[in-house]
């Protein structure tokens, strides 16, 4: 089993990976963010699309939203999210590598460094090519990863997150093969029992993701170093990809 279809890996990590707090800035970006405004009516798919922080927010913007997951129990949440706002989202269990909807989309998502998780480069790049044949003519898609630059600036210094039942998560990141890939190393601590996680995934400078989007099929591709729309840079946090479909 990939490190990827663990239910339990989700599960175990989601208050670390979707807390309130990030939560309340998701749905602070969905009303603010200039990458993020579609016309009236969107239809938006996010893949990848975790408990649905972005769900809700979009869907409150009135968009037409779709979410995609291959985690039941992230989808569970997702769900339970949607219905505790009121929110009329559809939600789909598919895996990315085989998830198309011809035509279906204006928009597509991948949000949260989403994208790399294939072992086999072909693979990744398939996933694009995916999302180009789900979109309508016109229609964009954004990655949000984190950069090879943005990650050089912080490499190496493992941090801690205090959870509200008095546990914590212990996180580090490895950078291996050259540079190519990283490894997130995850060390759950609950009383005297700790539970440990490996992900592993593709690392991406801005010119490697640009050229993989062209690969796909994507036009008039950019790279912005945040949801503001700024460019990317050496002071940049995330790495932000659109490209659209011509």
Request: glycine share 8%; proline share 5%.
């Amino acid at each position: 089993m990939k490190w990827y279809e663990d239910d339990s890996l989700w599960s175990d990590f989601a208050p670390t990976m979707f807390s309130p707090e990030r939560a309340e800035s998701v749905a602070e970006l969905v009303a603010t963010s200039p990458l993020l405004r579609f016309p009236p009516g969107s239809r938006v798919l996010d893949l990848c699309c975790g408990p649905g922080l972005f769900l809700v927010p979009l869907a409150g913007q009135g968009f037409d939203v779709t979410g995609v997951d291959l985690s039941e129990a992230m989808l569970d949440r997702a769900r339970s999210a949607c219905e505790e706002a009121g929110a009329d989202v559809r939600l789909v269990r598919a895996d990315m590598l085989t998830y198309t909807a011809p035509e279906a989309f204006d928009v597509v998502l991948n949000m949260f460094t989403s994208f790399g998780y294939f072992d086999d480069p072909e693979d990744n790049l398939q996933v694009l090519r995916n999302a180009w044949k789900s979109l309508a003519p016109d229609g964009q898609l954004l990655v949000d990863a984190m950069g090879k630059e943005v990650l050089a600036g912080w490499i190496g210094r493992p941090q801690a997150v205090d959870l509200p039942d008095g546990s914590y998560v212990v996180q580090r990141d490895v950078v291996f093969d050259s540079w190519r890939k990283l490894r997130t190393d995850w060390t759950l601590v609950r009383g005297t029992s700790a539970r440990t996680a490996s992900l592993t995934s593709w690392l991406y400078s801005a010119a490697e993701l640009h050229d993989l989007f062209v690969a796909a099929g994507f036009a008039e591709v950019e790279c912005f170093g945040g949801f503001d729309g700024s460019a990317y840079d050496h002071h940049s946090r995330r790495l932000i990809v659109r490209g659209r479909k011509k």
